[in-house]
Each structure stands twice: as C-alpha cells, then as structure tokens.
C-alpha cells in the first residue's frame, strides 16, 4: 500500500503529461481495470506498481475529462434552447400572416379610426413596447389591461419590425383589448420629414451593422472566439430593436411622457403610480437598487455598473466620466420616461458616440449588448423608482414567493424566457395565464 500511495502522489503530477492515446485508451469502469489487472498479472511474475498507478491515473483523467464535456454539453444546449424560437411560434406568426393575407378583419385599422386621436392624448396612458415578439406582446398588453383600474385610459404604442408587423397587426386587430387601445406600427411606416431625424436614425442603424459585422470577424483566440459566437446567438445581443429604443422620442414625437415595457414581462398591479411619478429634472424613473442594507449602502437587485462595464480600461474609468464600478445598475425592464426632458439633452448623441468607440476599441469598453451605453449615456439623468415596481431575473432563478406576490411588474430576463420549454414551471403557467386557451390560432399551433 505504501508503494502504491507512493506511486499515485508521482502519478497524479505525471497525469497531465499523460499521452492523450493512453488517456483515449483507458478503461471506462473499475470491472474494466480490474481485467487489465488479472491479464497484466498473468503475464509477469509481480504487478507493476507504476503501471497500475499510471493506467489508474488515465482513467480517471479519462472520467473527468468526460464529465467536464458532459457538463459543457448541457450548458450548450441548455443555452441553444434558451435561443431557439419554438415551433409553435412560427406556426402562429405564419398562420396570423395567412389571416392578414385572407381576412378583412385581420387587415381592420389597429386601433379604429374612432379611437385614433387618443394616440397622442396627454390626458391617456401611454405604454410602448418595441418588439417583434407577437405572444410575449400579447402577454404584456394583456395583463396590463387585467391589472389596470381604468383600462380605458391604457394606450399602447407596438413599435416593430418590418417582419413581423404584419402577423403583429394581425393579432392585435383580430384580439382587442378594449377598452384599451393599441396602435401597431412597423419601423418601415414611420414617415419622418425632419432630416435631422432621419440621419440620427440611420446613423444608429449603421452602427448597430457595422458592430455586428465586426464583431463577428474578429479572432482574439479560440477561446474567446467561441465566447464572441455564444454571446453573438444570443437574441438580444445584436437585435435592432433592442438599439432602437434609444429614439423613443423620434417614435412618438407628439408625447411629452410614455411608459416603456420590455416584451418579456407580466403586469400584476395597475400602472397609474409609475405614470405619475415625478421624476424631477431626470429623464427616467427606473428601478436599479434596494435602500440600504445594514451598511448604509443600497442593495443592487441585479448587477452593477462594473458587471456591465470594464472599468479597467482608462475610457471607463475616467474621473470625468463619473462612474463608480460599485454603483448600481438598471435595466429597461419597466420604466417611464420623460420625453420632453430627453430632447433637450444629448443622450441619444451619447449612446451613439459610445457605441461607436466600443467597436472601435476592440469591444473592450464592454463586451456585447445594447444596455452599457444607456447606462454611460443616461448617467446623472435617471430617477430611482421603489423596488415593488421591477422584478427581474425570472428567467435566471424562482423568487422569493413574497417578493413574488408583492410585486407589479414580473420581468423574465435571462435564459429561460416564459414561452420557452426551458421556462420555470411555475413562473411559465403564471405567464400562460394571461392567454385565452380556447383561442384557435393558440390552440391550433400548439402555444396553450
């Protein structure tokens, strides 16, 4: 025993050196070692003690080797099955395309002429949702209008792609929420006459292209090559309508104030109170931080401002710039935004200008995403909103049941969005809730 331990304390420094073909080669079971065992000894006089131990050493390199694949297997494809679309929405996006294509309802004014002026009425509720996501849309709109005192009052501005207006359209026209209202537009339908606009509006569109473009073709290494292509398949990383919202004034240049939801969430109480705070001289009122822990110090519900930003770098540490790596973060999730004070400053400049130098850094600056440079634009101009208004991470962990309850606005980020099979149980029939299960076009395509 003693030459045994003796040899695995040698062997265990020798197995990384250890030939990949003798390591292939190892036995897969101790049934197997055992074999190799009895034929070794039936063919010398005395076991080997550094062979055994080497032959031992290989095969648990082996297993291990194995289970670390096995692992990285399944976060692969736990991560494939976070992006991929399920088929039952592509079945429903092409079955509300064949509806617009063939039914006068489905292709009716969404909203009705009558109910046209409300679109740019202060004395209404706006809530703008820029997405291409039909069933996470639906969801929003709808349990904001369940969770609402005045649902006539809601208002909501579907800002979308040109591919996915028209099943986009198709649904809202053929399901109303009335009393609510919802207008759907596509980003092919907005008829700006400013140039001004126009340009500062393409000049964000180039950016987001030639970001994408370049991050792509860059090679800093195998590794970090298969981290760029993990991050580039996420959804969100290069989507234009995730980039977009930062011409949320261009979009409704006529509104002063507008309530903007994220398409993965879930409204549980009524939206009046965030419509209605006061946000000062700020631009936005957002949910970034829990008042204070036992230090003093506030408590971030998710990330901070180091977690998105590589404060390393002289860029982003600046003194000038005035960010602080400790200091809590937001995220879009569910915020109001004061319109009017956002055209009178430069934040969409701002983000331009810190996109641009990201790519041209190298994305040192931050690694990928539309969010650091709102957090870099927007810095000094944002208005922290009470906790109760945002819960986020729904799509990364189960909250606290209390922390649920208590909650108005649930937002799935992360992963395992709610249409996802990949969703949490319980969190996923909560979102499911608020869709109509005898609706044909759901049932037909297998969503409920």
Request: charged content about 25%; overall charge negative.
């Amino acid at each position: 025993m003693e030459d045994f331990m003796k040899e695995w304390k040698r062997g265990r420094t020798e197995a990384s050196l250890l030939n990949p073909v003798v390591v292939e080669a190892a036995p897969d079971s101790m049934d197997g070692l055992l074999t190799e065992i009895d034929t070794m000894l039936a063919s010398f006089d005395r076991l080997d003690m550094e062979a055994v131990v080497l032959k031992i050493m290989a095969m648990l390199l082996k297993m291990d080797r194995k289970v670390k694949s096995s692992r990285i297997r399944a976060l692969f494809n736990r991560h494939l099955a976070s992006l991929g679309i399920p088929k039952s929405m592509h079945c429903l996006a092409l079955r509300l395309a064949e509806e617009f294509a063939v039914s006068s309802a489905a292709r009716s004014p969404v909203p009705l002429p009558e109910h046209a002026p409300r679109l740019t009425d202060a004395a209404f509720l706006h809530v703008a949702l820029v997405t291409d996501n039909v069933l996470a849309a639906a969801v929003a709109v709808a349990s904001a209008v369940r969770s609402s005192a005045d649902p006539a009052r809601l208002v909501f501005h579907v800002v979308t792609d040109k591919k996915s207006y028209v099943p986009m359209h198709s649904w809202f026209a053929l399901h109303p929420v009335s009393p609510a209202v919802v207008e759907v537009k596509g980003l092919h339908q907005f008829d700006w006459r400013d140039a001004g606009v126009i340009a500062s509006v393409m000049r964000t569109i180039e950016e987001v292209q030639r970001t994408t473009l370049d991050y792509h073709q860059r090679d800093d290494g195998s590794v970090l090559r298969e981290y760029r292509r993990l991050e580039a398949s996420k959804p969100s990383t290069f989507s234009l309508l995730n980039y977009l919202k930062i011409h949320l004034p261009e979009f409704f240049p006529e509104l002063g104030r507008v309530l903007l939801l994220d398409d993965d969430v879930v409204v549980r109480k009524d939206l009046t109170r965030l419509w209605e705070k006061d946000l000062g001289e700020n631009i936005i009122g957002v949910v970034g931080a829990h008042g204070p822990g036992r230090d003093g110090a506030a408590i971030c519900i998710e990330k901070t401002l180091g977690d998105h930003l590589n404060f390393t770098d002289p860029e982003v540490s600046t003194p000038s710039l005035g960010l602080q790596s400790s200091r809590c973060a937001w995220s879009w999730g569910v915020s109001i935004v004061d319109l009017d004070a956002w055209r009178r400053t430069n934040v969409t400049e701002t983000y331009q200008l810190w996109l641009e130098k990201n790519r041209e850094s190298g994305f040192r600056l931050w690694k990928t995403g539309s969010l650091p440079p709102a957090l870099i634009a927007f810095d000094g101009r944002v208005q922290a909103v009470e906790p109760l208004w945002h819960l986020p991470g729904l799509g990364w962990r189960m909250p606290d049941a209390d922390l649920l309850r208590r909650s108005a606005v649930l937002h799935f980020s992360g992963p395992r969005k709610p249409w996802l099979e990949v969703a949490f149980p319980e969190l996923r029939e909560l979102w499911l809730g608020h869709l109509n299960g005898s609706d044909s076009f759901l049932q037909g395509c297998g969503v409920v």
